[in-house]
Structure formats: structure tokens, C-alpha cells
């Protein structure tokens, strides 16, 4: 399952990490230490790349679409389980073990029981 904006908005920031909103309602998170900024939470986009490599669980593929600017863009499906999302199916695991080791074993708890 997908990480609603809910769970993101709950999510706590790395250190020196700060999130803020834009004029459209938007969030986004900004290093006070680099600048970098990003439309993403940092930790989900630590998880996605850690999840990116894992291999899928049996059963689920990755499908290619185009998206609305024409470019091609990628969700994960089962067909057995009727599923499909945009984000990999091991993110919610990728994203609690950047939470505990980040030193946050609660927020972690809460993502895997969603």
C-alpha cells in the first residue's frame, strides 16, 4: 500500500531537515545544512531507493504506462491479490527500517500497522 499524505505528514524529519508548504497547500522538505530541497520526505526517498533494489514478492510486476506529459512511468501490480500502486510493494518495510535506524522505533511500528 501506497504512503498516504497523512502517514508522510506524520513521518519525523532527520536532523537539520525541516518541511514546509507551498502557496498550492503542497509540502515539501528543505536541508538547512546543504538547501537541498525536495517535494519528498527524505526518509521515503531513502526507502524507495533501498526498495528499488529488492526483489518483488512472488506474484507482483512491474507495468510501464505514459503518463499525461508523455513520458513513461512505472506502478507495481499483483493480479492475484487485485492490487496496484504507484510506490514498490516492500516500501512500508524499507521506510520502517530507515525509521528504527534513524533512532525511531514508534514511527516505524505505526507505518507497518497501516
Not at 88 to 105: I, K, N, Y
Amino acid at each position: 500500500m501506497d504512503i498516504s499524505i497523512e502517514e508522510e505528514a506524520g513521518l519525523p524529519l532527520p536532523k537539520n531537515w525541516i518541511r514546509g508548504i507551498k502557496h498550492d497547500g503542497s509540502a515539501f522538505y528543505k536541508s538547512t545544512l546543504t538547501v537541498v530541497e525536495s517535494e519528498e520526505h527524505p526518509y521515503i526517498v531513502q526507502a524507495l531507493n533501498a526498495a528499488r533494489k529488492c526483489a518483488l514478492p512472488e506474484g507482483w510486476v512491474i507495468k510501464e504506462t505514459a503518463s499525461g506529459d508523455g513520458r513513461n512511468d512505472y506502478y507495481y501490480c499483483s493480479p492475484a491479490l487485485g492490487l496496484s500502486m504507484w510506490d514498490p510493494p516492500s516500501l512500508r518495510a524499507c521506510l520502517a527500517d530507515c525509521l528504527r535506524t534513524s533512532g525511531f522505533p514508534a514511527a516505524a511500528d505505526r507505518i507497518l500497522s497501516q
